[in-house]
């Protein structure tokens, strides 16, 4: 399995429209980070996770060709306004694209997008196609085993999901007894954190270590980050086995251990 950073930025993105902080107007490009989103790759598919408002720049920067599904984590505008660039990968795959999540998020994406889903409600649009398909429990797709679970993210809730030995955890600022075991075992854990301290509804990165010193994944990446935090000064504050993501970077997992036959 392959992950690929999309996006590793918080909601504004960074630079921040208007901004003047250092970090905004650094020239590192590790400081330049669109909206968060990874791309999960296993033989030859792509699952790319939320569709972030920059899809179509990141498709290009990382030369995607092809979105085999799409999987929602929650509907915040931050994780879903890419949803039209699908239309570009439909026009050059010719089929219809399926875009999985818990039941809820997944009405809230169709009434906002309601001409995605179907040929009555396009109004003369190019429009994406895409096919619902509810996440109700652990399940495969493309081959990976997918279990989503709940965590409070403010006063609503985000879908973090294990998928295989990589959990991608962002928009939370609390995990149950219930995800920490869902998290048992797993090789890499990518954790979402907007600021050095806690925020209202995002862990911040003192919060986010912890977490990752109760998981004890072998490798882990902080990501969703804001213009508060200039890459080489976290870097620098960061353990061993803990990085900042960056856009493009990519991480590679081992193959998912094939329990042997008795
Ligand atoms: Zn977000
Ligand atoms: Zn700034
Ligand atoms: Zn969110």
């Given at each position: 399995m392959e992950v690929l950073f999309m996006g590793t930025g918080a909601s504004t993105g960074v630079p921040m429209i208007g901004c003047d902080c250092s970090v905004c107007q650094s020239s590192d490009p590790k400081n330049e980070r669109t909206r968060s989103s990874i791309m999960v790759r296993v033989d030859g598919k792509n699952i790319l996770v939320d569709t972030s408002p920059d899809l179509r720049i990141q498709s290009l920067k990382n030369h995607?060709?092809?979105?085999?599904a799409v999987i929602f984590t929650h509907p915040h505008a931050d994780h879903i306004?890419?949803?039209?660039?699908?239309r570009t990968f439909n026009f050059w795959q010719k089929e219809e694209i399926p875009v999985f999540a818990d039941p809820e998020t997944l009405g809230t994406v169709m009434k906002m997008f309601p001409y995605a889903f179907s040929e009555e409600n396009r109004g003369g649009l190019t429009r994406p196609r895409l096919a619902p398909r509810e996440i109700v429990g652990a399940m495969k797709i493309n081959e990976i085993q997918v279990t989503p679970f709940p965590v409070k993210h403010g006063p609503v809730y985000n879908h973090a999901l294990r998928l295989d030995d990589l959990v991608y955890l962002t928009d939370c600022n609390e995990v149950s007894d219930e995800g920490m075991e869902v998290m048992k075992g797993v090789d890499t854990l990518i954790i979402g954190a907007v600021l050095y301290e806690p925020h209202a509804s995002h862990f911040g990165i003192w919060q986010a270590l912890d977490l990752i010193e109760r998981v004890q994944p072998r490798q882990a990446f902080l990501t969703h980050l804001s213009h508060r935090i200039d890459y080489n000064e976290l870097t620098s504050r960061l353990p061993s086995g803990v990085q900042a993501a960056f856009d493009g970077l990519t991480v590679s997992l081992p193959r998912r251990k094939i329990p042997v036959a008795s």
């Amino acid at each position: 399995m392959e992950v690929l950073f999309m996006g590793t930025g918080a909601s504004t993105g960074v630079p921040m429209i208007g901004c003047d902080c250092s970090v905004c107007q650094s020239s590192d490009p590790k400081n330049e980070r669109t909206r968060s989103s990874i791309m999960v790759r296993v033989d030859g598919k792509n699952i790319l996770v939320d569709t972030s408002p920059d899809l179509r720049i990141q498709s290009l920067k990382n030369h995607i060709k092809r979105i085999d599904a799409v999987i929602f984590t929650h509907p915040h505008a931050d994780h879903i306004l890419g949803i039209d660039e699908l239309r570009t990968f439909n026009f050059w795959q010719k089929e219809e694209i399926p875009v999985f999540a818990d039941p809820e998020t997944l009405g809230t994406v169709m009434k906002m997008f309601p001409y995605a889903f179907s040929e009555e409600n396009r109004g003369g649009l190019t429009r994406p196609r895409l096919a619902p398909r509810e996440i109700v429990g652990a399940m495969k797709i493309n081959e990976i085993q997918v279990t989503p679970f709940p965590v409070k993210h403010g006063p609503v809730y985000n879908h973090a999901l294990r998928l295989d030995d990589l959990v991608y955890l962002t928009d939370c600022n609390e995990v149950s007894d219930e995800g920490m075991e869902v998290m048992k075992g797993v090789d890499t854990l990518i954790i979402g954190a907007v600021l050095y301290e806690p925020h209202a509804s995002h862990f911040g990165i003192w919060q986010a270590l912890d977490l990752i010193e109760r998981v004890q994944p072998r490798q882990a990446f902080l990501t969703h980050l804001s213009h508060r935090i200039d890459y080489n000064e976290l870097t620098s504050r960061l353990p061993s086995g803990v990085q900042a993501a960056f856009d493009g970077l990519t991480v590679s997992l081992p193959r998912r251990k094939i329990p042997v036959a008795s």
